[in-house]
């Protein structure tokens, strides 16, 4: 990416580009620790400009605090942007964020009254040839906040040459501009000095570069900036822009943000692409004019139609995320496409979003894996993290699991936590790599301490599994609470459940509500479904049957059996809602189309007794038949009533008695009674009136009416 327009020359160390990016990162961290600031801001700079999102977040701290670099807002500023843009780790852009502000409130308590303005720095432009300046008016319907009306400096004091000149007359442009390709600086001064007394906007500037660059003279920015001041006044568009940096550096004249944006103002006014660039920064970080992200779209933009290639993926971004203007996808993917076009690896990246979601545009997952590979092989970080997935999935190509390794790897060591957490699944199956239980939970270890989502909810499952590590469930519960908080929905699903079971942490049901919620909230059934029943049983939250029912609904709704079985059981007894039979068979015959064994049970008794449906005995059998695997109570009893009494089979006491004592001791009334009377009469087994008697005990206790009648007989001969 070119930075010319904010950033001052870089100093790259032979060394730096040869490290591998964690050597470079360790070395920057231990040089920052040890309290140098140069070579750590150095080692971060060339990181930075690879695309490493660590390294931009902490060149942004650098550049806030003044280690290391000279304190400058602006290119703090730019480089957090830069950073918040290139990850999906929200949580690391506001930790970095807050660093900063804390960093900054800090410094300016120890510095005072004493701390020196920031400065936004930009390379003087080489000595120019003959310019044109003739001003272009700039006519437009979108309306621009104009910045605070400020007037302009007067003239700067212009210091005496330092170096023998010709006299005006013998002096000639040309000749000092070939001298200048010599590099014979004396000669070039001693011929633009006078030219630049005598009003030669060429020469003021070209002068001023001298100065500015210690071309032939020691580099004085006061002399510099009086010289720009002298060309801008007179129009020259390249001096304005120049003279603008100097006052909003502070460089040569004291800092002043609003003067900085009348001269890119007059500048920008006059086409001056790099001065409508900086134009759209001020007003999009409110430096010398009121924050206005319309007014920063609008500069940027008149920026990119000029073909500024970083204006362009900049407006793109904007489009995307409506700032400045309403979000349009369309015009998003247009200038993406048109950054794309001058090479821009960034803009390729975000095209490939777009074409792998199918958002704004038709989805194709080959496009999208086209434009990765495109992107990865200019060093885009992200590109090369998709396009190691896209060849774990086969999406857009077919699967090749050692390719995917290969750019996983290459992702994972510039520390792109979600390539490391992918390539940490692929070490952990054995896909593309020799399986390695104990490297592989490494990496979602590294993953999971810097804060990926992903890593964290993986680690919580496999400690609680014992997969490739020991079971430890307090440990499981801390990093599955961890992806909780950042959002993860599964996570926060888990979290509730273990809350809920005191599993690896002290149970607590109104923390697990509150976890089910956020879970449910996000669409995963299986907290939804146990939302629902929390609010049935008064579990952490107030009893209520309308909740509750809610939340049935919306599982039952999405197909789960469990869900539609249990709003059949409300519909049938009117528990939070009002009783309706046929609801209540039609919940059941879903859940049963599922094979649900105790929906199955409940539909027999619905067609047994005729509710919400025809009265079928044969159906009723056959469903009770059905669903005996799984013990329900009433289908129990029901069944062993039909053998009883030899009602649609052949009568069998032996049977019935069976199967009333696997609904007795599960504690059901009428199965307790039915037992009681075949042990009263010797029915299917050997005839016991105490046994009878308490059988019939046990249903009485639960008001059932039959057996309280002969249990009053059998004590009362």
Request: some cysteine; glycine content about 8%.
């Amino acid at each position: 990416m070119r930075l010319n327009r904010i950033i001052t020359s870089l100093m790259l160390t032979s060394f730096v580009l040869a490290a591998q990016p964690q050597q470079q990162i360790d070395a920057a961290k231990a040089a920052y620790q040890q309290g140098d600031y140069t070579k750590a801001a150095e080692l971060w700079q060339a990181l930075a400009l690879d695309g490493n999102t660590t390294a931009q977040f902490e060149l942004a701290k650098l550049y806030s605090l003044g280690h290391g670099v000279e304190q400058d807002a602006l290119q703090a500023a730019y480089w957090l942007e830069q950073a918040a843009s290139n990850s999906t780790d929200f949580a690391e852009s506001a930790r970095a964020r807050q660093d900063i502000v804390q960093g900054v409130a800090d410094l300016r308590e120890a510095q005072a009254a004493q701390r020196s303005e920031p400065e936004i720095q930009a390379p003087v432009d080489t000595p120019a040839t003959a310019v044109a300046t003739t001003a272009a008016a700039i006519t437009t319907t979108t309306a621009v906040k104009a910045a605070t009306p400020v007037a302009p400096a007067a003239a700067l004091a212009i210091k005496a040459p330092e170096l023998p000149v010709l006299a005006v007359a013998e002096a000639s442009f040309d000749v000092g501009l070939r001298a200048f390709g010599r590099q014979n600086y004396v000669d070039a001064y001693s011929h633009w000095y006078p030219l630049a007394q005598a009003g030669v906007v060429d020469a003021q500037f070209n002068l001023a570069a001298l100065y500015a660059n210690g071309h032939g003279v020691a580099v004085d920015d006061s002399a510099a900036t009086a010289w720009f001041n002298a060309a801008a006044e007179q129009g020259l568009a390249q001096a304005q822009y120049q003279l603008a940096l100097a006052h909003a550096n502070g460089k040569g004249v004291a800092q002043d943000d609003a003067l900085a944006v009348y001269w890119y103002q007059k500048a920008a006014a006059q086409q001056h692409v790099l001065a409508q660039y900086n134009l759209g920064f001020m007003y999009a970080n409110g430096r010398g004019v009121t924050q206005d992200e319309a007014s920063a779209l609008l500069w940027y933009e008149r920026a990119a139609n000029q073909g500024d290639v970083d204006a362009q993926y900049i407006v793109a971004g904007r489009y995307q995320t409506g700032r400045g203007a309403p979000v349009d996808i369309n015009k998003a993917i247009g200038w993406y496409q048109r950054a794309l076009e001058q090479g821009h690896s960034r803009a390729g990246f975000q095209l490939a979003q777009f074409y792998l979601t199918g958002q704004g545009v038709s989805k194709n997952e080959n496009r999208a894996f086209d434009l990765y590979n495109r992107a990865a092989a200019q060093g885009v970080t992200e590109a090369q993290r998709e396009l190691g997935i896209s060849y774990s999935l086969g999406r857009g190509v077919r699967a090749n699991d050692s390719k995917a390794v290969e750019f996983l790897q290459l992702a994972c060591d510039k520390q792109d936590l979600a390539a490391c957490y992918h390539l940490a699944l692929h070490i952990l199956e054995g896909r593309g790599i020799k399986a390695d239980a104990v490297r592989g939970a490494q990496l979602l270890q590294r993953a999971a301490n810097e804060g990926n989502s992903e890593a964290q909810f993986r680690l919580g499952v496999m400690l609680s599994q014992g997969q490739g590590v020991a079971v430890d469930e307090t440990a499981a519960f801390g990093w599955l609470l961890k992806a909780a908080e950042q959002g993860h929905a599964e996570a926060q699903y888990l979290t509730g459940l273990r809350l809920a079971n005191g599993t690896g942490t002290a149970q607590n049901d109104a923390e697990a509500v509150k976890w089910y919620r956020a879970a449910a909230e996000q669409g995963v059934l299986y907290a939804q479904y146990n939302l629902g029943f929390m609010y049935g049983a008064g579990r952490g939250v107030a009893q209520d049957d309308e909740q509750a029912l809610y939340w049935y609904t919306k599982v039952a709704e999405q197909g789960d059996a469990d869900a539609q079985f249990n709003l059949g059981l409300r519909y049938e007894t009117g528990r939070g809602v009002r009783q309706d039979d046929q609801q209540a068979v039609a919940w059941y015959q879903k859940a049963a189309g599922q094979n649900h064994l105790r929906a199955i049970a409940h539909l027999g008794y619905m067609y047994e007794k005729g509710y919400g449906v025809s009265l079928d005995e044969k159906r009723a059998l056959a469903l009770y038949q059905q669903s005996l695997p799984a013990k329900v109570p009433r289908a129990l009893t029901a069944l062993g009533l039909f053998y009883k009494n030899g009602r649609l089979v052949k009568a069998d006491d032996k049977r019935a008695v069976e199967l009333f004592a696997q609904a007795a001791e599960q504690g059901y009334a009428n199965a307790q009674y039915n037992l009681g009377w075949m042990y009263e009469y010797g029915r299917g087994v050997a005839k016991d009136l105490v046994k009878a008697r308490d059988l019939y005990q046990l249903a009485a206790e639960q008001s059932e009416p039959l057996a309280q009648a002969q249990l009053s007989r059998l004590l009362n001969p």
